[in-house]
Antibody
């Protein structure tokens, strides 16, 4: 069965960096676009970034552009999110999500991890 | 950027009620819309995609319709396990969410 397991969250000071990982299993990772979606405490969902199945293309929400980098290692079936220059408003549960469709993503999030909490606070 | 406006933001309903949630896009999104259900402390779950296609394993009491800018999620007969928050979603934008509570 498809599994997505995030890790790397925690408490970090403003301006510092953090890298999240999403370990996957149960499907051909190299065939699917992958996303990060976040949810601030008590708030709605916010799409963060997407990376194509082969890593050739990525896009970011304006709120994180220039600070966050999405990447993947298809040999390790793992997705990453490098977060730099963190701010208080980056505090959220971060979910990785697999696109429902193979190859080019359609932005239908068919599978989700359990989420990892990132708290940015001094 | 396309804006997604979801309504209502919350509603109270009883088991067995028919529930309708609407989502309006700021421009034509050509049925490129998904609906998710989220329960407290859990990840969202995909219910419908391409506006009206039911995801595998999702009960048939959930249905989606619409075209152009206006879309609807309908729960034909609300069940106890359906009390949750529902989100519409187009590409990089989610609606604000609709919390369905017990009356």
């Amino acid at each position: 069965q498809v599994q997505l397991v995030e890790s790397g969250g925690g408490v970090v000071q403003p301006g510092r960096s953090l890298r999240l990982s999403c370990a996957t299993s149960g499907f051909m990772f190299s065939n699917y676009g992958m996303h990060w979606v976040r949810q601030a405490p008590g708030k709605g969902l916010e799409w963060v970034a997407v990376i194509w199945y082969d890593g050739s293309t990525d896009y970011y929400a304006d709120s994180v552009k220039g600070r966050f980098t999405i990447s993947r290692d298809n040999s390790k079936n793992t997705l990453y999110l490098q977060m730099n220059s963190l701010r208080a408003d980056d505090t959220a549960v971060y979910y990785c999500a697999r696109d429902r469709e193979r190859l080019s993503p359609r932005y239908y999030f068919g599978f989700w991890g359990q989420g990892t909490l990132v708290t940015v606070s001094s | 950027d396309i804006q997604m406006t979801q309504s209502p933001s919350s509603l109270s309903a009883s088991v067995g009620d028919r529930v309708t949630i609407t989502c309006r896009a700021s421009q034509d999104i050509s049925n490129s819309l998904a609906w998710y259900q989220q329960k407290p402390g859990k990840a969202p779950k995909l219910l419908l995609y391409a506006a009206s296609r039911l995801e595998s394993g999702v009960p048939s009491r959930f249905s989606g319709s619409g075209s152009g800018t206006d879309y609807t999620l309908t729960i034909s007969s609300l069940q106890p396990e359906d009390f949750a928050t529902y989100y519409c979603h187009h590409l990089d934008t989610f609606g604000q969410g609709t919390k369905v509570e017990i009356k």
